[in-house]
């Protein structure tokens, strides 16, 4: 599988926009980038994904690099309930299989 | 949208008892589910794949004798820990896929296990 990178912990301000960043320089034509949090002591939540095209919804925007190489996820005003780990996993075309979690980024968000 | 109920959400169990933890998908038909593992500070590790109707696929190093997975209807799977030991303490989350999703997967709320 395809793998991600991303950075350890992030912290942000409440009511500020977090942009969280995903490298995947080997993701293929058909996989989704896919975005999932977990908040503590539960289990993790979809956020977003998208193939090539920016995505937006209720949540989040997911902006794709021109190359599929990389992608940002972006909280456009964190509040305390945003505290979570966010993963970006690459999912194959048809859903694949298997979702396999990196070790995500820790988002801590203040007041 | 797609619910992934898991039950229970916490349970404490004597070393060497068994403990079940149920996996239901309250909306939608998943014909294959999975479980995770997932100790404290660590990310989610993939235990086994659940297909209705057939075998579970356990992933490398992940004893199936010893956590049981029944996967008996397109709205149920149950992952078994026998002769529980502290070690296997940890947090137990299930999620499920509906068919030809591409939109992703559906977890469940996660069950913490301790095991004393």
């Known amino acids: 599988d395809a793998k991600t990178t991303q950075p350890n912990s992030m912290e942000s301000n409440e009511e500020e926009p977090v942009h969280l960043p995903c490298n995947h320089s080997?993701?293929?034509?058909?996989?989704?980038i896919h975005w999932y949090r977990q908040l503590p002591s539960q289990g993790p939540e979809y956020v977003i994904h998208?193939?090539?095209s920016n995505v937006n919804n209720r949540m989040a925007s997911l902006a794709i690099a021109e190359d599929r190489k990389s992608s940002t996820l972006i909280l456009h005003r964190a509040t305390l309930r945003d505290a979570a780990v966010y993963y970006c996993?690459?999912?194959?075309?048809?859903?694949?299989?298997?979702?396999?979690f990196g070790t995500g980024t820790q988002l801590k968000v203040e007041l | 949208g797609a619910v992934v109920s898991q039950h229970p959400s916490w349970v404490i169990c004597k070393s060497g008892t068994s403990v079940k933890i149920e996996c239901r998908s309250l909306?939608?038909?998943?014909?294959?589910m999975f479980w995770y593992r997932q100790f404290p500070k660590q990310s989610l590790m993939l235990m086994a794949t659940s297909n209705e109707g057939s075998k579970a696929t356990y992933e490398q190093g992940v004893e199936k004798d010893k956590f049981l997975i029944n996967h008996a209807s397109l709205t149920l799977s149950t992952l078994t820990v026998t002769s529980a030991h502290p070690e296997d303490s940890s947090f137990y989350i299930c999620?499920?896929?509906?068919?030809?999703?591409?939109?992703?997967?559906?977890f469940g709320s996660g069950t913490r296990l301790t095991v004393v």
């Open positions: 909306d939608f038909q998943a014909t294959t």
């Open positions: 080997t993701i293929s034509g058909t996989d989704y």
């Open positions: 999620s499920a896929r509906g068919f030809g999703s591409n939109y992703g997967y559906t």
């Open positions: 996993i690459l999912m194959p075309l048809g859903g694949g299989n298997k979702l396999t």
């Open positions: 998208g193939l090539t």
